[in-house]
């Protein structure tokens, strides 16, 4: 059973930084293009970043400069790197795979993990 797990959630203040991680477990072939969403408290989902199976990254404009996405595949893991950090970063932030081989073989879609909470607060 495949599972996106995210980590390095928490709460830090502003202008500080965090490392998210989303690993990938359980039995698959191959992860397509994986990305990065967050919810805020009364706000929809918003994609925050979107990064290819070979490493091309399409972030939001408004974080540009800030937050940095990178994937290592023989780790099965998607990192988000994010810098000076202020309170409307607050959210919680789940990672997606658009598509993921499995055995079978048979394509599983449009694929969430269970979100970590960011907290950014003095």
Known sequence: QVQLVESGGGLVQ???SLTLSCAATGSFLTIYAMRWYR???GKQRELVT?????????SADSLKGRFTTSRDNAKNTMYLQMNNLQPE???VYYCNAERILVAGPKYIYDFWGQ??????SS
Do not use: K, R
């Open 50 to 58: 979107t990064i290819t199976p070979n490493g091309i990254v399409n």
């Open 14 to 16: 502003p202008g500080g």
């Open 89 to 91: 970063d607050t959210a």
């Open 39 to 41: 919810q805020a408290p």
């Open 115 to 120: 979100g970590t909470q960011v907290t950014v």
